[in-house]
Nanobody, 131 residues
Framework: QEQLVESGGGLVQAGGSLRLSCAASGGAFRGAFNTYAMGWFRQAPGKEREFTAAISWSGVGTYYADSVKGRFTISRDDAKNTVYLQMNSLKPEDTGVYYC????????????????????WGQGTQVTVSS
């Protein structure tokens, strides 16, 4: 019954901006969304899924892949059970399916970039950046 639903994807030109949203629902998140670390991963056609950004359960710690640092910003609104990814200065290489994921507590691996640490995943939203 737990769900993560991404939205906000679409087609944009290089240099443009887009904001992705991920809404959590279900018993595991009810009254406890703020106990989950949240992450964004992306997957380009023919490539492996890669870490993009993450935010700690407290919202204090944020983490970014080097490729998006300075351009993307992750945030969360626990009152709305939602995590966001603000993407600015988009490049064609940012194209891919973006997935939202939730990890209860602190990642066991000691890093937020390991997809195996995450317990729940959304179905993804397509982001296409044209040249």
């Amino acid at each position: 019954q737990e769900q993560l639903v991404e939205s906000g994807g679409g087609l944009v030109q290089a240099g443009g901006s887009l904001r992705l949203s991920c809404a959590a629902s279900g018993g595991a998140f009810r009254g406890a969304f703020n106990t989950y670390a949240m992450g964004w991963f992306r997957q380009a056609p023919g490539k492996e899924r890669e870490f993009t950004a993450a935010i700690s359960w407290s919202g204090v710690g944020t983490y970014y892949a080097d490729s998006v640092k300075g351009r993307f910003t992750i945030s969360r609104d626990d009152a709305k059970n939602t995590v966001y990814l603000q993407m600015n200065s988009l490049k064609p290489e940012d194209t891919g399916v973006y997935y939202c994921a939730a990890d209860h507590g602190v990642p066991a691996s000691g890093t937020y970039s390991n997809p195996f640490d995450y317990d729940y995943w959304g179905q993804g939203t397509q982001v296409t950046v044209s040249s």
